[in-house]
């Protein structure tokens, strides 16, 4: 009776454990409430207009970056491919978007064969110097040119200094979630899954 | 009467001989030098070609000395540089380093979103299982050379 009473104590207490990690706060920086984003429309390297507003139901992720950065723009999209690859089937419910926040060396053609090569579903984007600077400003994304960071003597060479963070955008168009850059690509499926 | 040998005693003699063959054999091909500063773990990304790619090493310096790491060279990229990414309040920059201080004693890991090796212009575009090159340069005059490979993270 005793083992019966213990056993029933424990179902219910994973039952509660369940829902409050099913309930419980996001593992990024949660914006409650969403922020609603203005619609920005950008052309592809294959003419193809992408929205910034996803399909109902489904979320886009972005990160705002450039192709000749190193070090965190391909950590992030690889962790990118961690993140899809472990969604599965879920994963066509959601679009990682690259946006370039250096127009000037990353056209749309460079910004879609930089976002391809982590994943031929990942998108990358190139918008002009009005529309970067009207999504970053949406977003809350800076980016400023380092002068002579690299070789002063190339000038077409240069660094460029910039948020590093993820942002999950959901099916209403509103802006739900941020991941630091370091904050683990796991935070990001755990919430994509709880979001999907 | 003459005494016989007991296997005991020869076995001893076995082994001196065995252990003065090994030390002669030792003499004449003497042990390379152990080498005071040791590169582990070293990795690269998947990159196309012209683009700017990256390298991870851990570097291990076992001497007496400190030593500093003052250049890079890889035939995969046009130069190679040492970087450093900084985050502050989310906004990441990379700050040039002219080198590399490895105390005595002291590892220095490489990592994403720390110090790297920016391989500037590749050559050649990297693929997963592709090796990169490395050609460490030190103040002392030193060089040491490392195979990154190139892995998906």
Known sequence: ?196 | MTSQPSLKTSGILGALVLVLALAACAEREPPDPPQPVQVRDAWSRPAAIGTTGVAYITLENTDTADVHLTRVISTVATRAELHETMDSQGMSHMEPRPDVLVAHGATIAMRPGGLHIMLVELTRALAVGDTVPLSLRFADGRAVRALAIVRAN
């Open chain 1, 1 to 196: 009776m005793r083992r019966i009473r213990r056993r029933t104590t424990a179902l219910v207490s994973l039952a509660l454990l369940a829902m409050g990690c099913e309930g419980g706060p996001l593992r990024g920086v949660a914006y409650d409430p969403p922020k609603p984003l203005p619609v920005f429309e950008f052309t592809r390297a294959n003419g193809a207009a992408l929205s910034t507003k996803p399909a109902k139901d489904d979320l886009m992720v972005f990160f705002f970056g450039y192709t000749h950065c190193p070090d965190v723009c391909p950590t992030t999209l690889s962790d990118w491919k961690r993140v899809k690859a472990r969604l599965g089937s879920d994963s066509a419910r959601v679009q990682f978007v690259f946006v370039t926040v250096d127009p000037e060396r990353d056209t749309p053609e460079v910004a879609q064969q930089y976002a391809s090569q982590f994943d031929p579903s990942f998108i990358g984007v190139s918008g002009d110097s009005a529309t970067t600077a009207q999504i970053q400003q949406a977003f809350g994304v800076a980016s400023i040119r380092d002068a002579g960071a690299v070789d002063s003597a190339a000038s077409a060479e240069y660094l460029v200094s910039h948020s590093s963070q993820s942002f999950v955008v959901d099916g209403e168009g509103r802006l739900v979630s941020m991941y630091s850059f370091g904050s683990g690509w796991d935070a990001l499926l755990d919430d994509l899954r709880r979001m999907l």
